[in-house]
């Protein structure tokens, strides 16, 4: 199978040691792993406020450069929403781009889904530790994918995954809502980062990095030691 890595934004300009490791646990599965550089941002940001000509143009930048894969692998929730749910829904008034973008959304995965999916479940990790996972909001509503990730962490040896409070919770970030309403914003992840304090985890895990930069940037503001990983990082950090 030949697999197109979507990056997303946040990966890319922030956090490359995320997409590195999928493709290191994509190969080391035994899939044809390509990384296109014409790739673009999904049009994320643009269609949540309303600038839907502009999303649109990024959106079919992004399919221009996706479309021959066999299947697209994100490792962002809210991303591979984007290109389901929405990308269809944008090129309503142009049937050739609207058939190119059903295409690419029946073959848009995010990275534990694509996994569970293909019964990969057990992967041989082997991880000591105790964590907590948070369920980004789009990921779990728009995408409807929460089980897949705990699947695969149930497996890893030696940790111990500990429920989260109010895991259906918002952690703050809400992409350009953290921007224009940065007071909430906080007071939101503050919420969020007393509840993983209580459970006394190494670790926060998670499967959007916007979620994860959010959290981790009020952990490490509070002198607190708890490590930020994405689901793949701890795979990868498992299986080395």
Known sequence: MR??????????????????????????????VDFPEGQTCCG??????GYWAEGRRVAKGLIR??????????????????????????????????????????RCFEFSEFLVQRGLVD??????????YHHSCHMRRDLQVTEAPLRLLAHVRGLTLKALPHPEDCCGFGGTFAVKMGGISTAM???????????????L????????MNLGGRLSRRGESVEVLHVVQLLDRGLN
């Not at 919420?191 to 670790?203: M, R």
């Open 189 to 203: 992840a503050d919420e969020k980062v007393d509840h993983i304090l209580s459970t006394g985890v190494d670790f």
């Open 44 to 49: 994320q940001p643009a269609f949540n406020t």
């Open 65 to 106: 450069a996706m479309e021959s894969y066999d299947a697209v692998v994100t490792p962002s929730g809210s991303c591979a929403a984007m290109v389901r749910r929405m990308y269809p829904r944008l090129m309503d008034e142009e049937p050739e781009w609207k058939r190119r973008a059903e295409h690419l959304a029946a």
């Open 123 to 132: 992967l041989g990790a082997r991880l000591e530790g105790t964590a907590v």
């Open 3 to 32: 697999v197109g890595i979507f990056a997303t934004c946040l990966v890319d300009v922030f956090f490359p040691e995320v997409g590195i490791s999928m493709v290191r646990v994509l190969r080391r599965l035994g899939f044809d």
């Open 205 to 212: 895990l998670g499967s959007d990095m916007g979620c994860l």
